[in-house]
């Protein structure tokens, strides 16, 4: 029976193991990049969990914008634990592999974590709208009943997205190719892979990645369009720059994950792309989490202000 259950995870794949061949081959590079990579994973997740604290233990912060940081920083710790243990592994192992299970399911929670926080960006834009541009309905429009649907759909885009091509890759058959030119297990890397067609799996992440990315930017490019006419018709200085303060740290983060991801992402399949690939999945993958904490805490007086209030609570 538990060699039956193998054979279906396998789909009649030859191949049980896949071999990951990490972010460089040469020796010299290794413990470098195991020490930086370790900091960066290190200050993820502290930044990502003392934000998330921070949001929780203070009632300042029990509004839609922070609960959707919340959420934000959530993916971001997650997200990161689905592949940095792994390709740190690859730093200092001579052989790092992965089980045909544990790609799979290393692939499913990538994919859902990215396609979870690119609708979360694209639900912080649509508050951020209505902040500005209706704040005498934001209490109406932005209730916690709004707020949590929003979310919850965030999830179940990426929930669908995930199975979507987690589902199309199980199908294909892995005859004698196992080694992964990337650190972690994605969609592009593994296609060349396979001795059965892609084309389905190639159609798909068209159709799932375009339609994600046209959907979002189109809602992101229309709120902000809609912020800056709003902004250009204020009278003083003062709401200029409240609501260009509010929206600064969103566009940073919108601009690093869908810049970085767009460069891994849309692009035509070949060795060379999928190595440029794995240099840009770097930025998307590994500096974007770690900076969103920072982002939304440096200029930020609310989260400021919950910190001194913590930190009082915590020396008193």
Request: charged share 10%; aromatic share 14%.
């Amino acid at each position: 029976m538990p060699h039956m259950m193998q054979m279906t995870v396998e789909n009649d794949s030859s191949v049980s193991e896949f071999i990951l061949m990490g972010l460089t081959n040469q020796p010299e590079l290794q413990l470098p990049l195991f020490i930086l990579f370790l900091v960066n994973y290190t200050a993820t997740v502290m930044g990502n969990l003392s934000l998330m604290n921070l949001i929780c233990l203070n009632s300042n912060l029990h509004t839609p914008m922070y609960f959707f940081l919340f959420n934000l920083s959530f993916i971001d710790f997650c997200y990161s634990m689905v592949f940095t243990p792994k390709m740190l592994m690859s730093f200092v192992l001579e052989k790092n592999t992965i089980s045909f299970g544990g790609c799979m399911a290393q692939l499913f929670f990538f994919i859902f974590f990215v396609n979870s926080e690119s609708y979360v960006l694209t639900a912080m834009a649509y508050d951020r709208y209505v902040a500005i541009c209706k704040p005498l309905l934001y209490k109406v429009v932005m209730s916690p009943k709004i707020c949590c649907l929003l979310v919850f759909c965030s999830y179940l885009m990426g929930f669908a997205s995930a199975l979507a091509h987690t589902g199309c890759m199980v199908r294909l058959s892995f005859c004698d190719a196992n080694i992964i030119n990337h650190y972690m297990c994605d969609i592009f890397p593994l296609l060349p892979l396979s001795c059965s067609s892609t084309y389905v799996n190639e159609l798909m992440s068209s159709v799932v990645v375009g339609t994600a990315i046209i959907l979002c930017c189109l809602i992101i490019l229309i709120s902000y369009a809609l912020i800056l006419f709003n902004i250009i018709h204020m009278s003083s200085g003062k709401a200029w720059s409240k609501a260009l303060s509010t929206c600064g740290s969103h566009i940073i983060t919108v601009s690093l994950f869908y810049g970085f991801g767009l460069l891994v992402y849309v692009k035509p399949l070949s060795d060379e792309t999928v190595a440029q690939a794995k240099f840009f999945s770097v930025f998307y993958t590994l500096l974007v989490p770690m900076l969103n904490p920072l982002i939304y805490s440096l200029r930020n007086k609310d989260v400021k202000f919950a910190v001194k209030k913590t930190w009082k609570r915590i020396t008193s």
